[in-house]
């Protein structure tokens, strides 16, 4: 007989991941917070779209900013790749329909 646990199921791994995210995100924030003051909402709305991978990488990059100025072209860059392969998706779709 096939034994599943809760802790092999896609809605575990799903939540265990959103709740790294979310915590990843907190600790970031409250990085920021702390050696540059208060971080905007648009900038925190910003952080909170990244997925875990990029999150990982912000957490060592702030050791380098100087100031929150310096984490505006930081996430910029990283949100341009992060929508670039929905645009090529969806150009692929709109040619093969074509």
Known sequence: ??????????????IKEEGR???TVALI??????????VPAQM???ISSLPLPVLEELS??????TSLADLQPW??????VAQRPE??????????ND
């Open 29 to 38: 924030i409250r990085q920021l917070t702390k050696r540059f003051g208060e």
């Open 75 to 80: 996430l910029e860059a990283r949100l341009r």
């Open 21 to 23: 995210e979310e915590a």
């Open 1 to 14: 007989m096939l034994e599943i646990t809760l802790k092999h199921t896609m809605t575990f791994q799903d």
């Open 60 to 65: 060592e990059a702030l050791l380098n900013f």
């Open 44 to 46: 925190r709305a910003s």
């Open 87 to 96: 645009r090529l998706h969806n150009t692929d779709i709109a040619q093969s």
